[in-house]
Protein backbone atom coordinates (compact mmCIF):
# COMPACT_ATOMS: atom_id res chain seq x y z
CA UNK A 1 0.00 0.00 0.00
CA UNK A 2 2.73 2.67 1.14
CA UNK A 3 4.82 1.26 -1.95
CA UNK A 4 2.78 2.81 -4.48
CA UNK A 5 3.11 6.30 -2.52
CA UNK A 6 6.85 5.86 -2.77
CA UNK A 7 8.83 6.31 -5.86
CA UNK A 8 11.56 4.23 -6.55
CA UNK A 9 14.58 6.52 -5.97
CA UNK A 10 13.30 7.89 -2.95
CA UNK A 11 12.71 4.32 -1.86
CA UNK A 12 15.97 3.24 -2.70
CA UNK A 13 17.53 5.99 -0.31
CA UNK A 14 15.35 4.75 2.47
CA UNK A 15 16.77 1.66 2.23
CA UNK A 16 20.51 2.48 2.32
CA UNK A 17 19.11 4.86 5.20
CA UNK A 18 18.32 2.04 6.78
CA UNK A 19 20.79 -0.58 6.07
CA UNK A 20 23.40 1.92 7.24
CA UNK A 21 21.73 1.61 10.82
CA UNK A 22 20.68 -1.55 11.30
CA UNK A 23 23.77 -3.35 9.62
CA UNK A 24 25.77 -2.06 12.39
CA UNK A 25 23.58 -3.14 14.80
CA UNK A 26 23.61 -6.94 12.76
CA UNK A 27 27.25 -6.87 12.95
CA UNK A 28 27.03 -6.52 16.47
CA UNK A 29 25.03 -9.19 17.12
CA UNK A 30 27.36 -11.20 14.75
CA UNK A 31 30.60 -10.72 16.91
CA UNK A 32 29.17 -11.48 20.48
CA UNK A 33 30.63 -14.83 21.72
CA UNK A 34 27.07 -16.74 22.63
CA UNK A 35 28.65 -19.36 24.08
CA UNK A 36 30.44 -17.07 26.83
CA UNK A 37 27.68 -14.83 26.79
CA UNK A 38 25.91 -15.89 30.50
CA UNK A 39 29.54 -16.16 31.67
CA UNK A 40 30.61 -12.38 30.31
CA UNK A 41 27.17 -10.68 31.99
CA UNK A 42 27.25 -12.78 35.28
CA UNK A 43 30.97 -12.24 36.62
CA UNK A 44 31.62 -9.81 38.80
CA UNK A 45 32.60 -6.66 37.31
CA UNK A 46 29.57 -6.83 34.57
CA UNK A 47 27.23 -7.55 37.42
CA UNK A 48 28.51 -4.98 39.48
CA UNK A 49 28.78 -2.37 36.51
CA UNK A 50 24.82 -3.26 35.24
CA UNK A 51 23.23 -3.07 38.94
CA UNK A 52 25.13 0.26 39.38
CA UNK A 53 24.22 1.55 35.79
CA UNK A 54 20.11 0.41 36.67
CA UNK A 55 19.77 1.99 40.08
CA UNK A 56 21.25 5.33 39.13
CA UNK A 57 19.67 5.52 36.02
CA UNK A 58 16.34 4.83 37.49
CA UNK A 59 16.80 7.02 40.42
CA UNK A 60 18.00 9.68 37.80
CA UNK A 61 14.88 9.19 35.79
CA UNK A 62 12.24 9.42 38.76
CA UNK A 63 14.16 12.93 39.52
CA UNK A 64 13.47 13.69 36.28
CA UNK A 65 10.14 13.56 36.30
CA UNK A 66 9.57 15.09 39.89
CA UNK A 67 11.11 17.99 38.58
CA UNK A 68 10.81 17.43 34.87
CA UNK A 69 6.96 17.39 34.32
CA UNK A 70 6.45 20.74 36.16
CA UNK A 71 9.10 22.32 34.02
CA UNK A 72 7.39 20.67 30.99
CA UNK A 73 4.17 22.78 32.46
CA UNK A 74 5.50 25.44 32.52
CA UNK A 75 7.11 25.38 29.15
CA UNK A 76 3.23 24.59 28.03
CA UNK A 77 1.67 26.44 29.63
CA UNK A 78 3.74 29.64 30.98
CA UNK A 79 4.32 33.03 29.44
CA UNK A 80 5.57 33.07 26.26
CA UNK A 81 8.37 35.35 26.35
CA UNK A 82 10.44 33.72 29.66
CA UNK A 83 9.52 30.10 27.87
CA UNK A 84 10.84 31.00 24.58
CA UNK A 85 14.29 31.73 25.93
CA UNK A 86 14.05 29.03 28.78
CA UNK A 87 13.02 26.19 26.05
CA UNK A 88 16.65 26.04 24.17
CA UNK A 89 18.17 26.19 27.21
CA UNK A 90 16.92 23.49 29.53
CA UNK A 91 16.72 21.79 26.10
CA UNK A 92 20.39 22.26 24.89
CA UNK A 93 22.03 18.65 26.76
CA UNK A 94 19.90 17.11 23.93
CA UNK A 95 22.23 17.88 21.99
CA UNK A 96 25.68 19.21 23.83
CA UNK A 97 28.30 16.64 23.45
CA UNK A 98 28.89 15.01 26.43
CA UNK A 99 32.68 16.02 27.21
CA UNK A 100 30.75 19.51 27.50
CA UNK A 101 28.50 18.14 29.51
CA UNK A 102 30.83 16.69 31.89
CA UNK A 103 33.31 19.41 31.80
CA UNK A 104 29.86 21.93 33.16
CA UNK A 105 29.13 19.81 35.50
CA UNK A 106 32.72 19.65 37.44
CA UNK A 107 33.00 23.40 36.85
CA UNK A 108 29.36 23.30 38.94
CA UNK A 109 29.73 20.57 41.35
CA UNK A 110 33.70 20.06 41.08
CA UNK A 111 35.75 20.93 44.70
CA UNK A 112 36.93 24.15 42.72
CA UNK A 113 33.38 24.68 41.33
CA UNK A 114 30.56 27.23 41.27
CA UNK A 115 28.91 25.43 43.75
CA UNK A 116 31.20 22.63 45.08
CA UNK A 117 33.80 25.16 46.34
CA UNK A 118 31.38 26.18 49.43
CA UNK A 119 29.99 22.73 49.71
CA UNK A 120 33.76 21.16 49.96
CA UNK A 121 34.66 24.05 52.20
CA UNK A 122 31.68 23.59 54.72
CA UNK A 123 31.53 19.77 54.45
CA UNK A 124 34.80 18.81 53.20
CA UNK A 125 32.38 16.35 50.48
CA UNK A 126 32.91 16.79 46.98
CA UNK A 127 30.47 15.45 44.64
CA UNK A 128 32.51 14.44 42.00
CA UNK A 129 33.87 9.99 42.35
CA UNK A 130 30.40 9.12 44.03
CA UNK A 131 27.31 6.94 42.95
CA UNK A 132 25.47 10.45 43.35
CA UNK A 133 27.48 12.03 40.68
CA UNK A 134 26.39 9.33 37.80
CA UNK A 135 22.87 10.18 39.22
CA UNK A 136 23.46 14.22 38.66
CA UNK A 137 24.74 13.19 35.37
CA UNK A 138 21.69 10.95 34.34
CA UNK A 139 19.57 13.87 35.39
CA UNK A 140 21.39 16.59 33.69
CA UNK A 141 21.18 14.55 30.20
CA UNK A 142 17.80 12.82 30.90
CA UNK A 143 15.35 15.50 31.81
CA UNK A 144 15.58 17.13 28.80
CA UNK A 145 14.08 14.35 27.15
CA UNK A 146 11.50 14.21 29.74
CA UNK A 147 10.86 17.82 29.70
CA UNK A 148 10.37 17.33 25.45
CA UNK A 149 8.24 14.79 25.52
CA UNK A 150 6.01 16.07 28.32
CA UNK A 151 5.46 19.63 26.92
CA UNK A 152 4.29 18.54 23.90
CA UNK A 153 1.99 16.06 25.42
CA UNK A 154 0.56 18.77 27.36
CA UNK A 155 0.15 21.05 24.56
CA UNK A 156 -2.03 18.29 23.01
CA UNK A 157 -4.28 18.57 25.75
CA UNK A 158 -7.79 19.95 24.24
CA UNK A 159 -7.60 23.86 25.94
CA UNK A 160 -11.34 23.92 27.03
CA UNK A 161 -10.94 20.86 29.42
CA UNK A 162 -8.55 23.38 31.30
CA UNK A 163 -11.24 26.02 30.90
CA UNK A 164 -13.78 23.62 32.55
CA UNK A 165 -12.03 23.01 35.21
CA UNK A 166 -11.18 26.81 35.89
CA UNK A 167 -14.77 27.54 35.34
CA UNK A 168 -15.39 25.04 38.36
CA UNK A 169 -13.37 26.86 40.62
CA UNK A 170 -9.87 25.08 40.06
CA UNK A 171 -6.90 26.25 41.66
CA UNK A 172 -3.91 26.65 39.20
CA UNK A 173 -2.01 24.02 41.17
CA UNK A 174 -5.27 21.85 40.58
CA UNK A 175 -5.74 22.20 36.29
CA UNK A 176 -1.64 21.35 36.70
CA UNK A 177 -1.82 17.71 39.14
CA UNK A 178 -5.89 16.81 38.90
CA UNK A 179 -6.28 17.99 35.29
CA UNK A 180 -4.00 17.96 33.01
CA UNK A 181 -1.38 15.57 34.62
CA UNK A 182 -3.61 12.43 34.73
CA UNK A 183 -4.27 13.02 30.81
CA UNK A 184 -1.20 12.18 29.54
CA UNK A 185 -0.04 9.48 32.01
CA UNK A 186 1.03 7.72 28.96
CA UNK A 187 3.33 10.87 28.22
CA UNK A 188 4.85 11.27 31.42
CA UNK A 189 5.72 7.51 31.27
CA UNK A 190 7.27 7.62 28.20
CA UNK A 191 9.46 11.15 28.55
CA UNK A 192 10.68 8.81 32.03
CA UNK A 193 11.22 5.62 29.88
CA UNK A 194 13.18 8.06 26.99
CA UNK A 195 15.65 9.64 30.29
CA UNK A 196 16.03 6.41 31.40
CA UNK A 197 17.80 5.14 28.45
CA UNK A 198 19.42 8.32 27.88
CA UNK A 199 20.93 8.24 31.36
CA UNK A 200 21.75 4.52 31.48
CA UNK A 201 23.83 5.15 28.36
CA UNK A 202 25.44 8.22 29.08
CA UNK A 203 29.58 7.50 29.12
CA UNK A 204 31.43 10.26 28.33
CA UNK A 205 30.09 12.81 31.20
CA UNK A 206 30.17 10.11 34.02
CA UNK A 207 34.09 9.45 33.27
CA UNK A 208 34.71 13.03 33.32
CA UNK A 209 32.48 13.59 36.14
CA UNK A 210 32.12 10.48 38.40
CA UNK A 211 35.25 8.84 37.79
CA UNK A 212 35.41 5.20 36.91
CA UNK A 213 35.36 3.04 39.94
CA UNK A 214 33.92 -0.78 39.95
CA UNK A 215 30.98 -0.80 41.96
CA UNK A 216 30.55 2.84 42.92
CA UNK A 217 30.88 4.87 39.52
CA UNK A 218 31.86 2.24 36.45
CA UNK A 219 28.68 2.19 34.71
CA UNK A 220 27.54 -0.39 31.91
CA UNK A 221 28.76 1.66 29.20
CA UNK A 222 31.89 2.46 30.57
CA UNK A 223 32.03 -1.39 31.72
CA UNK A 224 31.81 -1.33 27.48
CA UNK A 225 34.86 1.06 26.90
CA UNK A 226 37.38 -0.78 29.28
CA UNK A 227 36.44 -4.69 28.35
CA UNK A 228 37.16 -3.37 24.78
CA UNK A 229 40.28 -3.08 25.59
CA UNK A 230 41.02 -6.48 27.53
CA UNK A 231 38.54 -8.83 26.70
CA UNK A 232 36.19 -7.68 23.12
CA UNK A 233 34.29 -10.85 23.88
CA UNK A 234 32.64 -9.49 27.03
CA UNK A 235 32.73 -5.83 25.15
CA UNK A 236 30.54 -7.52 22.93
CA UNK A 237 28.34 -9.50 25.03
CA UNK A 238 27.33 -6.27 27.20
CA UNK A 239 27.02 -4.09 24.02
CA UNK A 240 24.19 -7.08 22.93
CA UNK A 241 22.02 -6.70 26.01
CA UNK A 242 22.12 -2.45 25.43
CA UNK A 243 21.10 -2.96 22.09
CA UNK A 244 18.16 -5.27 22.82
CA UNK A 245 17.25 -2.59 25.59
CA UNK A 246 17.37 0.16 23.03
CA UNK A 247 15.46 -1.33 20.40
CA UNK A 248 12.64 -2.28 23.18
CA UNK A 249 12.27 1.10 24.19
CA UNK A 250 12.12 2.43 20.87
CA UNK A 251 9.45 -0.67 19.91
CA UNK A 252 7.47 0.11 23.47
CA UNK A 253 6.99 3.46 23.15
CA UNK A 254 6.30 3.51 19.40
CA UNK A 255 2.98 4.85 19.44
CA UNK A 256 3.54 7.52 21.94
CA UNK A 257 6.04 8.71 20.39
CA UNK A 258 4.82 9.38 16.82
CA UNK A 259 1.91 10.75 18.74
CA UNK A 260 4.17 13.21 20.88
CA UNK A 261 6.09 14.16 17.58
CA UNK A 262 3.10 14.92 15.51
CA UNK A 263 0.82 18.01 16.29
CA UNK B 1 24.74 21.44 -10.12
CA UNK B 2 24.46 18.89 -7.76
CA UNK B 3 26.94 16.83 -10.11
CA UNK B 4 28.61 19.84 -10.46
CA UNK B 5 29.32 19.87 -6.78
CA UNK B 6 30.86 16.35 -6.41
CA UNK B 7 32.94 16.99 -9.55
CA UNK B 8 34.69 20.01 -7.64
CA UNK B 9 34.49 18.00 -4.29
CA UNK B 10 36.62 15.30 -6.06
CA UNK B 11 38.55 17.11 -7.93
CA UNK B 12 39.51 19.34 -4.69
CA UNK B 13 40.08 16.17 -2.67
CA UNK B 14 42.40 14.15 -4.94
CA UNK B 15 45.53 15.62 -5.78
CA UNK B 16 45.10 17.10 -2.05
CA UNK B 17 44.72 13.38 -0.51
CA UNK B 18 47.34 11.72 -1.94
CA UNK B 19 50.07 14.51 -1.36
CA UNK B 20 49.08 14.39 2.20
CA UNK B 21 49.43 10.75 2.49
CA UNK B 22 52.77 10.82 0.40
CA UNK B 23 54.83 12.64 3.35
CA UNK B 24 52.48 11.66 6.00
CA UNK B 25 53.36 9.89 9.03
CA UNK B 26 50.70 8.80 12.27
CA UNK B 27 52.16 7.53 14.98
CA UNK B 28 49.72 5.78 17.75
CA UNK B 29 51.40 6.53 21.10
CA UNK B 30 50.70 6.39 24.79
CA UNK B 31 48.89 9.37 26.59
CA UNK B 32 51.84 9.89 29.11
CA UNK B 33 54.15 10.71 25.63
CA UNK B 34 51.49 13.25 24.26
CA UNK B 35 53.55 16.22 25.33
CA UNK B 36 57.23 15.35 24.19
CA UNK B 37 56.33 13.36 21.22
CA UNK B 38 54.04 16.48 20.08
CA UNK B 39 57.62 18.29 20.35
CA UNK B 40 59.35 15.63 18.70
CA UNK B 41 57.09 15.48 16.21
CA UNK B 42 57.36 18.99 15.22
CA UNK B 43 61.57 18.80 15.38
CA UNK B 44 61.17 15.94 12.98
CA UNK B 45 58.87 17.96 10.83
CA UNK B 46 61.30 20.71 10.59
CA UNK B 47 64.54 18.28 9.95
CA UNK B 48 62.46 16.56 7.18
CA UNK B 49 61.40 19.69 5.16
CA UNK B 50 57.74 18.80 3.83
CA UNK B 51 56.53 15.60 5.79
CA UNK B 52 53.82 15.96 8.39
CA UNK B 53 53.67 13.70 11.89
CA UNK B 54 50.08 13.46 13.08
CA UNK B 55 49.85 11.42 16.69
CA UNK B 56 46.95 9.69 18.10
CA UNK B 57 47.63 9.52 22.08
CA UNK B 58 45.29 7.35 24.02
CA UNK B 59 45.84 4.56 26.53
CA UNK B 60 48.50 1.69 25.07
CA UNK B 61 45.71 -1.11 24.84
CA UNK B 62 43.34 1.36 23.18
CA UNK B 63 46.03 2.17 20.64
CA UNK B 64 46.89 -1.50 20.47
CA UNK B 65 43.18 -2.76 19.92
CA UNK B 66 42.99 -0.12 16.87
CA UNK B 67 45.82 -0.85 15.37
CA UNK B 68 44.61 -4.81 15.07
CA UNK B 69 40.98 -3.49 14.33
CA UNK B 70 43.36 -2.27 10.73
CA UNK B 71 43.28 1.71 11.88
CA UNK B 72 46.02 3.57 9.78
CA UNK B 73 48.73 3.82 12.04
CA UNK B 74 52.30 3.50 10.40
CA UNK B 75 54.29 3.64 14.18
CA UNK B 76 53.49 2.46 17.54
CA UNK B 77 54.90 3.48 20.94
CA UNK B 78 53.14 1.97 23.22
CA UNK B 79 53.95 2.54 27.54
CA UNK B 80 54.46 -1.35 28.18
CA UNK B 81 55.94 -4.36 26.38
CA UNK B 82 52.66 -5.95 26.71
CA UNK B 83 50.74 -3.75 24.56
CA UNK B 84 52.77 -3.69 21.44
CA UNK B 85 52.64 -7.43 21.43
CA UNK B 86 49.05 -7.60 21.96
CA UNK B 87 49.27 -5.49 18.32
CA UNK B 88 51.95 -8.47 17.33
CA UNK B 89 49.30 -9.17 14.38
CA UNK B 90 50.46 -5.71 12.66
CA UNK B 91 53.62 -4.97 14.93
CA UNK B 92 55.79 -8.05 14.55
CA UNK B 93 58.60 -6.02 15.65
CA UNK B 94 59.65 -3.64 18.27
CA UNK B 95 62.87 -2.42 20.58
CA UNK B 96 62.51 -1.36 24.16
CA UNK B 97 62.51 2.29 24.75
CA UNK B 98 63.04 4.57 27.47
CA UNK B 99 61.07 4.03 31.15
CA UNK B 100 58.84 6.09 33.27
CA UNK B 101 58.10 5.20 36.79
CA UNK B 102 54.88 6.32 38.69
CA UNK B 103 54.90 8.21 41.90
CA UNK B 104 52.72 9.13 44.18
CA UNK B 105 51.59 13.00 43.49
CA UNK B 106 50.30 15.45 45.72
CA UNK B 107 49.31 19.10 45.40
CA UNK B 108 52.31 21.84 45.99
CA UNK B 109 49.46 22.74 48.78
CA UNK B 110 49.21 19.23 49.99
CA UNK B 111 45.95 20.11 52.40
CA UNK B 112 46.79 16.01 54.09
CA UNK B 113 50.38 16.86 55.00
CA UNK B 114 50.87 13.40 52.99
CA UNK B 115 54.68 12.83 53.18
CA UNK B 116 54.93 9.16 52.48
CA UNK B 117 53.50 6.22 50.52
CA UNK B 118 51.53 5.36 53.45
CA UNK B 119 49.62 8.99 54.05
CA UNK B 120 46.87 7.56 51.60
CA UNK B 121 45.57 5.60 54.76
CA UNK B 122 44.80 9.12 56.65
CA UNK B 123 40.91 9.30 56.72
CA UNK B 124 39.09 11.70 54.20
CA UNK B 125 42.03 11.47 51.42
CA UNK B 126 40.26 10.86 48.07
CA UNK B 127 43.41 9.46 45.83
CA UNK B 128 43.03 7.96 42.10
CA UNK B 129 45.02 6.17 40.05
CA UNK B 130 45.16 4.33 36.21
CA UNK B 131 42.86 1.65 35.98
CA UNK B 132 44.57 -2.09 36.01
CA UNK B 133 44.34 -2.75 32.56
CA UNK B 134 46.38 0.32 31.65
CA UNK B 135 50.39 0.54 31.95
CA UNK B 136 50.30 3.29 34.48
CA UNK B 137 47.62 0.86 36.48
CA UNK B 138 49.50 -2.07 36.05
CA UNK B 139 52.85 -0.25 37.53
CA UNK B 140 50.51 1.71 40.78
CA UNK B 141 49.37 -1.48 41.06
CA UNK B 142 53.11 -3.39 41.21
CA UNK B 143 54.32 -0.55 43.49
CA UNK B 144 51.47 -0.84 45.63
CA UNK B 145 51.80 -4.13 46.04
CA UNK B 146 55.52 -4.06 46.78
CA UNK B 147 55.09 -0.97 49.63
CA UNK B 148 52.34 -2.96 51.03
CA UNK B 149 51.83 -0.04 53.68
CA UNK B 150 48.37 1.21 51.93
CA UNK B 151 44.77 -0.19 52.58
CA UNK B 152 42.60 2.90 51.64
CA UNK B 153 40.97 2.34 48.25
CA UNK B 154 41.08 4.46 45.00
CA UNK B 155 37.98 6.64 44.17
CA UNK B 156 38.56 5.74 40.75
CA UNK B 157 40.60 3.64 38.36
CA UNK B 158 40.90 5.92 35.23
CA UNK B 159 41.26 4.71 31.64
CA UNK B 160 43.75 6.81 31.06
CA UNK B 161 47.34 8.15 32.30
CA UNK B 162 46.17 11.96 31.26
CA UNK B 163 42.95 11.81 32.93
CA UNK B 164 44.61 10.57 35.90
CA UNK B 165 46.71 14.19 35.97
CA UNK B 166 43.92 16.62 35.01
CA UNK B 167 41.43 15.72 37.81
CA UNK B 168 44.99 15.95 40.36
CA UNK B 169 45.54 19.33 38.94
CA UNK B 170 42.16 20.21 38.90
CA UNK B 171 41.74 19.60 42.91
CA UNK B 172 39.22 17.18 42.90
CA UNK B 173 41.46 14.63 44.45
CA UNK B 174 44.27 15.16 47.49
CA UNK B 175 46.56 12.39 45.46
CA UNK B 176 47.24 10.61 42.74
CA UNK B 177 49.67 8.24 41.16
CA UNK B 178 50.48 9.68 38.73
CA UNK B 179 53.45 8.95 35.98
CA UNK B 180 57.07 10.99 37.30
CA UNK B 181 57.03 12.74 34.05
CA UNK B 182 53.46 14.09 35.01
CA UNK B 183 54.82 15.75 38.14
CA UNK B 184 58.27 17.55 36.08
CA UNK B 185 55.85 18.60 33.92
CA UNK B 186 53.66 20.52 36.49
CA UNK B 187 56.91 21.48 39.00
CA UNK B 188 55.32 24.35 39.87
CA UNK B 189 51.46 22.91 41.30
CA UNK B 190 52.96 18.96 42.38
CA UNK B 191 55.13 17.37 44.67
CA UNK B 192 56.03 14.13 44.18
CA UNK B 193 56.83 11.04 46.67
CA UNK B 194 58.77 8.43 45.24
CA UNK B 195 58.40 4.86 45.94
CA UNK B 196 61.39 2.54 46.87
CA UNK B 197 61.01 -0.18 44.49
CA UNK B 198 62.04 1.54 41.47
CA UNK B 199 61.67 -1.64 39.38
CA UNK B 200 57.94 -2.51 40.41
CA UNK B 201 57.33 1.37 39.75
CA UNK B 202 58.71 1.48 36.28
CA UNK B 203 57.39 0.60 33.15
CA UNK B 204 59.33 0.55 29.74
CA UNK B 205 57.95 2.24 26.10
CA UNK B 206 58.37 0.16 23.09
CA UNK B 207 58.71 1.29 19.77
CA UNK B 208 57.98 -0.46 16.60
CA UNK B 209 56.56 -0.08 13.03
CA UNK B 210 53.30 -1.05 11.47
CA UNK B 211 54.24 -3.87 8.86
CA UNK B 212 51.68 -2.79 6.39
CA UNK B 213 52.66 0.79 6.58
CA UNK B 214 52.55 2.88 2.96
CA UNK B 215 55.43 4.92 4.39
CA UNK B 216 58.02 2.44 5.64
CA UNK B 217 61.14 4.90 4.99
CA UNK B 218 59.66 8.02 6.47
CA UNK B 219 58.19 5.72 9.54
CA UNK B 220 61.84 4.28 9.83
CA UNK B 221 63.37 7.82 9.98
CA UNK B 222 60.83 8.58 12.67
CA UNK B 223 61.49 5.90 14.24
CA UNK B 224 65.71 6.69 13.94
CA UNK B 225 64.66 10.35 15.24
CA UNK B 226 63.30 9.77 18.34
CA UNK B 227 66.16 7.90 19.50
CA UNK B 228 68.66 9.47 18.54
CA UNK B 229 70.94 11.11 21.28
CA UNK B 230 69.37 14.32 20.83
CA UNK B 231 65.72 13.27 21.42
CA UNK B 232 66.63 11.02 24.28
CA UNK B 233 68.80 14.19 25.78
CA UNK B 234 65.07 15.87 25.43
CA UNK B 235 63.28 12.78 26.35
CA UNK B 236 65.68 12.54 29.64
CA UNK B 237 64.89 16.44 30.09
CA UNK B 238 61.07 15.55 30.22
CA UNK B 239 61.61 13.01 33.38
CA UNK B 240 62.02 9.52 31.07
CA UNK B 241 64.80 7.12 32.12
CA UNK B 242 67.03 5.65 30.24
CA UNK B 243 69.83 2.74 29.83
CA UNK B 244 73.16 4.61 29.76
Known sequence: MTLRKVDRFTGALAVLASLFIIAPMVALLTKVPWRFFVHDLTQVQSRQAIALAMWTSLLAALICVVFGVPLAWVLARGNARITNVLRPIVLAPIVLPPTVAGIALLALFGRDGLLGKYLYHATGWSLPFTSIAVVVTGVFVGMPFLALIVESNFRHIPKDLEDAAVTDRASKREVFSLVAMPQIRNGIATGAVLAWARALGEFGATMMFAGSLPGRTQTWAMQVYIEMDSNMGTAYSLSAVMLVIAVAVVFALRKPLTQAFSS | ?244
Open chain 2, 1 to 244: MLSLLFVFTFLAMTPQGSAASKNTITVFAASSLADSFTYLGKAFEKSHPGTTVQFSFLASPTLATQINAGAPADVFVSASGKDIQNASSRVPYYVGYVFNRVVLAVPVKNPFKITRIRGLNTPGVKWIQCAHEVPCGVAADAALASDGSVTSKPVSLEPKAAGVIAKLLLGEVDAAIVYHTDVVKNRKALKEIVFTDRLASSTRYAIGLVNDTKQKSLAAAFMDYVQTPKAILYLRRSGFGVIS
